[in-house]
């Protein structure tokens, strides 16, 4: 402070030395073209890949619907991830407005991080199916004896009503999973113009691995016999893109990890019931690197056990009408206080009422 004048700082030169590194940076890289390709604008095919990238990028930040979410506003609607059994949606996102209806039966929400004020809260959400951005992004997928269920990195339960399905996107996943590992490997390689004499070969890895048991479905056998041919470029993006939009019907629960214990203890239990020695280390019944086979199931479940939580469905027979459900504890409990039974299946004749 000089004379009640208050004395700026004397310029050092910074500023003027950043507006030349900027025109040296603009001249130098301008017209390069990675530059270029990236101010162009992004045709649809490219944007939809881009989603795939992203979205399979945030796994496991995986958020899905509560099945009860149409019923209610945007504010109640409530989502289950592997981090917080319960989030909402912040007010600030673009897809607050419609998150009662903006998912399909297939699909949730690949999300960025979760806010935790006075309630955790998700930001920064791209809506995708559920089923490829799981099977393409999972680091280990359980699966039951018949096939008909999934379970991947022990918090995420897909059950298939036919085991054709579950085999069609095991397949489909593993024959992108592997090309897109190829593929990434070679730009690696190019970028630097050296390979890395650590690096195994991925079928040198799982060569190693023992072959399933004979009671596996063929298709599984087959998958882990064989190397599938890579896809490369436009055929990869095609195949991709497929996938992407694939339905098939199939239900899905979070599971806790006392949960993911009872089904791995029930799949123990199956396994030493058929006879496959050895099955108590998991890399006896490994398919693929990221594959199991026969690990989980839901025959044998204890509904009684501790392990088991109230909220958890699972396949239920009925012993008097003889139907199966995937029903919770307080499911059952209300099918058999008013369940009378299959009238036709006891007395042979018409039945004039069906359990529900």
């Given at each position: 402070?000089?004379?009640?004048?208050v004395?700026?700082?004397?310029n050092?030169?910074?500023?003027?030395?950043m507006?030349?590194?900027?025109?040296?940076?603009?001249?130098?890289?301008?017209?390069?073209?990675?530059?270029?390709r990236?101010?162009?604008?992004?045709?649809?095919?490219?944007?939809?890949?881009?989603r795939v990238?992203?979205?399979?990028?945030m796994?496991?930040?995986?958020?899905l619907?509560?099945?009860?979410?149409?019923?209610?506003?945007?504010?109640?609607?409530?989502?289950?991830?592997?981090?917080?059994?319960?989030?909402?949606?912040?007010?600030?996102?673009?897809?607050?407005?419609?998150?009662a209806?903006?998912?399909?039966?297939?699909?949730?929400?690949?999300?960025?991080?979760?806010?935790?004020t006075?309630?955790?809260?998700?930001?920064?959400?791209?809506?995708?199916?559920?089923?490829?951005?799981?099977l393409?992004?999972?680091?280990?997928?359980?699966?039951?004896?018949?096939?008909?269920?999934l379970?991947?990195?022990?918090?995420?339960?897909l059950?298939?009503e036919?085991?054709?399905?579950?085999?069609d996107?095991?397949?489909?996943?593993y024959?992108?999973r592997?090309?897109?590992?190829?593929?990434l490997?070679?730009?690696?390689?190019?970028?630097?113009?050296?390979?890395?004499?650590?690096?195994?070969?991925?079928?040198?890895?799982?060569?190693?691995?023992?072959?399933?048991?004979?009671?596996?479905?063929?298709?599984?056998?087959q998958?882990?016999r064989?190397?599938?041919?890579?896809?490369?470029g436009?055929d990869?993006e095609?195949?991709m893109?497929?996938?992407?939009?694939?339905?098939?019907?199939?239900?899905w629960?979070?599971l806790?990890?006392?949960?993911?214990?009872?089904?791995?203890?029930?799949?123990?239990?199956?396994r030493?019931?058929?006879?496959?020695?050895g099955?108590?280390?998991?890399s006896?019944?490994?398919?693929?690197?990221w594959?199991?086979?026969?690990?989980?199931?839901?025959?044998?479940?204890?509904?009684?056990s501790?392990?088991?939580?109230?909220?958890?469905?699972?396949?239920?027979?009925?012993?008097?009408?003889?139907?199966?459900?995937?029903f919770?504890?307080?499911?059952?409990?209300?099918h058999?206080?008013?369940?009378?039974?299959d009238?036709?299946?006891?007395?042979?004749?018409?039945?004039?009422?069906?359990?529900?």
């Amino acid at each position: 402070r000089d004379g009640g004048k208050v004395r700026l700082p004397q310029n050092d030169g910074l500023a003027e030395r950043m507006r030349k590194r900027n025109l040296e940076f603009e001249l130098r890289y301008g017209a390069h073209g990675h530059t270029a390709r990236a101010m162009e604008k992004l045709s649809e095919r490219q944007e939809e890949l881009l989603r795939v990238v992203v979205s399979c990028g945030m796994y496991p930040n995986l958020a899905l619907p509560h099945e009860k979410n149409k019923e209610r506003a945007a504010s109640d609607c409530v989502f289950h991830t592997r981090q917080v059994p319960f989030v909402n949606l912040h007010p600030s996102s673009s897809m607050f407005a419609e998150a009662a209806t903006a998912l399909s039966p297939w699909e949730g929400f690949a999300f960025g991080s979760i806010l935790q004020t006075h309630l955790p809260f998700l930001l920064h959400v791209t809506r995708c199916p559920v089923l490829p951005v799981v099977l393409l992004g999972a680091a280990v997928v359980d699966t039951s004896p018949d096939c008909r269920m999934l379970i991947a990195d022990e918090w995420l339960q897909l059950t298939f009503e036919d085991a054709e399905d579950c085999l069609d996107a095991l397949e489909q996943a593993y024959l992108l999973r592997i090309s897109i590992q190829r593929s990434l490997d070679d730009q690696v390689a190019q970028l630097f113009e050296a390979d890395c004499e650590d690096d195994v070969e991925g079928e040198f890895a799982e060569a190693t691995l023992p072959k399933p048991p004979p009671s596996a479905p063929l298709r599984l056998r087959q998958l882990a016999r064989r190397s599938p041919k890579r896809c490369r470029g436009a055929d990869l993006e095609a195949r991709m893109l497929s996938f992407w939009h694939w339905k098939v019907a199939f239900k899905w629960q979070t599971l806790m990890p006392n949960e993911y214990a009872a089904y791995k203890k029930a799949g123990e239990g199956q396994r030493s019931d058929a006879g496959l020695a050895g099955a108590k280390a998991d890399s006896s019944v490994v398919i693929k690197c990221w594959l199991r086979y026969g690990t989980v199931s839901e025959v044998g479940l204890d509904l009684a056990s501790s392990l088991m939580s109230d909220h958890l469905a699972v396949a239920w027979k009925c012993p008097r009408c003889r139907h199966t459900f995937r029903f919770t504890r307080g499911d059952i409990a209300k099918h058999q206080s008013e369940c009378i039974g299959d009238r036709e299946l006891a007395t042979g004749g018409p039945s004039s009422s069906r359990a529900p």
